[in-house]
């Protein structure tokens, strides 16, 4: 089945560290993913629609210089947080829509990256 | 976009024990996905629901959305301790990204 691979799975870092998330479709390509994020015990928040080739969607409250999206091919997004601080610490998840997928199919969900910042 | 209340928020169960979880939408939902995420785990999809009335089985979980598409539910018969985690319904929007409900949090005790 279609796969999603997120990297790194986990990141340890200090305060004002910029750290980059890639979400990669191994085998089917993704004009469309989308970038969630989950506090403890919190449901998935999307942050932003990426779109190939394009400026990527944000959710309101979530800020564009904060959390830097490219999605400059069709199997590879990544989600940079700038200048991290402790209240980033947080589970984000990727998950991409293949292309020429009919409407309501399920997305297929990266395995999360768990970012804890010191 | 769509949104969905999700409750309970948390149920703990003795093995055996059925587990029902519920998904109300005060307006007409076009779809409805559910999820299960274990414990440090991403989500997994289980299943979609789109037709009104629409009752899908896979093995113990019975999944039913109501016949005005407001409401859905999942329903575990007699829970296993590999039951345990949290499960999320969400729908999608226009853009096909997912709106997911708050989740209730399955503890299944042996």
């Known amino acids: 089945g279609a796969v999603v691979s997120q990297h790194p799975s986990r990141v340890i870092c200090k305060s004002g560290t910029s750290v980059k998330i890639e979400c990669r479709s191994l085998?089917?390509?993704?004009?469309?993913m989308f970038w969630y994020r989950q506090f403890p015990k919190k449901s998935l928040m999307l942050m932003a629609t990426?779109?190939?080739?394009?400026?990527?969607?944000?959710e309101q409250g979530v800020e564009k210089d904060k959390f830097l999206i490219n999605h400059a091919s069709l199997t590879l997004s990544t989600l940079t947080v700038t200048s991290a601080h402790p209240e980033d610490s947080s589970f984000y998840i990727c998950?991409?829509?293949?292309?020429?997928?009919?409407?309501?199919?399920?997305?297929?969900f990266g395995d999360g990256t768990r970012l804890s910042i010191l | 976009g769509q949104q969905v209340m999700q409750i309970p928020q948390y149920q703990h169960v003795q093995e055996g024990e059925d587990f029902t979880t519920y998904c109300n939408s005060s307006?007409?939902?076009?779809?409805i996905q559910w999820y299960k995420q274990r414990p440090g785990g991403h989500p997994v999809f289980l299943i979609q629901?789109?037709?009104?009335?629409e009752v899908k089985k896979q093995k113990r979980l019975t999944f039913q959305f109501g016949e005005a598409k407001k409401n859905s539910s999942l329903h575990i018969t007699a829970t296993q301790t590999t039951d345990v985690g949290t499960y999320f319904c969400?729908?999608?929007?226009?853009?096909?990204?997912?709106?997911f409900g708050k989740g209730t949090s399955l503890l299944v005790t042996p």
């Open positions: 998950s991409a829509r293949s292309n020429g997928t009919r409407k309501n199919q399920p997305q297929h």
């Open positions: 085998d089917f390509q993704a004009t469309t």
């Open positions: 990426s779109n190939e080739g394009s400026k990527a969607t944000y």
């Open positions: 307006t007409t939902l076009s779809n």
């Open positions: 629901l789109v037709k009104s009335g």
């Open positions: 969400a729908v999608s929007n226009s853009g096909y990204a997912l709106n």
